[in-house]
């Protein structure tokens, strides 16, 4: 199961961090991702399953620009800007929770590359797939309490962080995207946090 959530949480990882390539999008495909992501009761439609990976990769560049990178109105992927602080009168980058998770990733042992931002969808859920993938590595060897002590980190991660605002940021882009594709990943994001954090109606319109 812990090496389940690696592979989904770093899929998504992956998805939401960068413009997809074609390499990307023809291992979504695969006959093995998409039972996993049947599921979620995910699924995309034919078109997409049946087009050519490189002319699809082109359409979703446009897609992700005009989702998360646009200049004019578009979904910021940061905790920061979905979640207020106790001492902000409203959410903003590189706000409190900005700091929180850097700390957390501080403390958890996991590295930062300079220059990225500890709070971006992208770079949280593959926090979450490398503790995952550690835990299973850790069952793998014997070593049940340390695979404890890496499920606990990630149970808490999802309670201080991701439960506060993934469930939004996947609902608003559920909402405001044209593609299936993103509209399946965000359900797909969505579940996991559901099912890992047991939150019974994060899944809710």
């Not at 309490?145 to 559920?174: N, S, T, Y």
Request: aromatic content about 8%; hydrophobic content about 40%; proline content about 3%.
């Amino acid at each position: 199961m812990a090496r389940a959530r690696a592979g989904l949480y770093g899929l998504m990882s992956r998805v939401f961090s960068d413009k997809p390539s074609a390499a990307l999008l023809k291992a979504m495909k695969d006959p093995e991702m998409l039972a996993s992501l049947a599921a979620f009761e995910v699924y995309f439609d034919q078109d997409f399953l049946d087009g050519d990976e490189e002319e699809q990769a082109e359409e979703l560049a446009a897609e992700y620009t005009r989702l998360f990178m646009a200049t004019g109105p578009h979904i910021a992927p940061y905790e920061s800007v979905f979640v207020r602080g106790w001492n902000e009168e409203k959410p903003q980058l590189w706000g409190e929770a900005t700091v929180a998770v850097a700390k957390f990733y501080e403390e958890a042992g996991l590295g930062l590359t300079l220059g990225q931002t500890p709070d971006h969808l992208g770079l949280e859920l593959e926090a979450m797939a490398t503790l995952a993938e550690c835990e299973a590595a850790k069952r793998e060897a014997g070593d049940e309490a340390g695979a404890e002590k890496l499920e606990q980190l990630q149970r808490r991660f999802c309670e201080e962080h991701l439960v506060k605002w993934v469930p939004e940021i996947c609902k608003d882009v559920r909402q405001r995207t044209e593609s299936s594709f993103y509209r399946g990943a965000a359900d797909i994001t969505a579940g996991l946090v559901q099912v890992h954090c047991g939150e019974a109606d994060l899944m809710d319109e």
